[in-house]
């Protein structure tokens, strides 16, 4: 083999081991991301039964005001906790969206639990919304506020939709509706539940 030969399988050999590196790396520093994301939402749920008065059945009525009050924890704006009993799942929703916080804790799109258009929406990543690959129409969600009231929710049908703008997920016919982007497509997963 010649001199050439052996510095260009040198270079390559060194290029697929330093993209192997890099690889192994990206993969590291998400998880660290997504168990200390984990332990933070744990953290914020804790402090937030901590905090909001005694839990009782919420029901929706005619309100002068549909503002949702937030309460902030662990530096974050929370509107509520979501919770899926059969799943074991729960975690807090914060009160903004924002791309970079929706991919560390589920936030809310848009609207109001208290007159049924609130759309909640994350990333179906590890200790995140990655419930959704397990749940099923007819499971029951909670949505419980900062003040203690709590919603409860059936699930009446799940979509599977590609390359959506999130803007164009709300759905007039929902009561709630919760939507999971995959991390590594364009694939969303949408829950269309109804008040119980």
């Not at 979509?159 to 709630?176: F, M, Q, R, S, Y």
Request: hydrophobic fraction near 40%.
């Amino acid at each position: 083999m010649s001199r050439t030969g052996n510095v260009v399988s040198i270079v390559c050999l060194a290029l697929g081991i330093a993209l192997i590196l890099l690889a192994v790396g990206a993969i590291g520093y998400t998880v660290i991301g997504q168990n200390a994301a984990t332990e933070r939402n744990e953290r914020i749920i804790s402090s937030f039964f901590d905090t909001v008065p005694e839990i009782s059945d919420g029901f929706i009525y005619e309100r002068s005001d549909y503002h949702m009050p937030t309460l902030q924890l662990e530096g974050v704006d929370v509107i509520g906790i979501v919770e899926v009993p059969q799943l074991s799942a729960k975690l807090p929703v914060c009160a903004s969206w924002d791309k970079m916080e929706a991919s560390l804790i589920p936030s809310r799109l848009s609207g109001s639990v208290y007159d049924s258009s609130l759309v909640i929406g994350g990333a179906d990543s590890k200790g995140q919304l990655d419930f959704f690959e397990e749940i099923c129409v007819g499971d029951t969600v909670f949505f419980t506020d900062v003040t203690g009231d709590r919603f409860e929710y059936i699930v009446s049908s799940i979509d599977v939709i590609k390359n959506v703008p999130t803007g164009e997920l709300i759905e007039e016919n929902d009561d709630l509706l919760m939507f999971a982007k995959d991390a590594y497509t364009s694939k969303y997963t949408v829950l269309h539940l109804k008040l119980k």
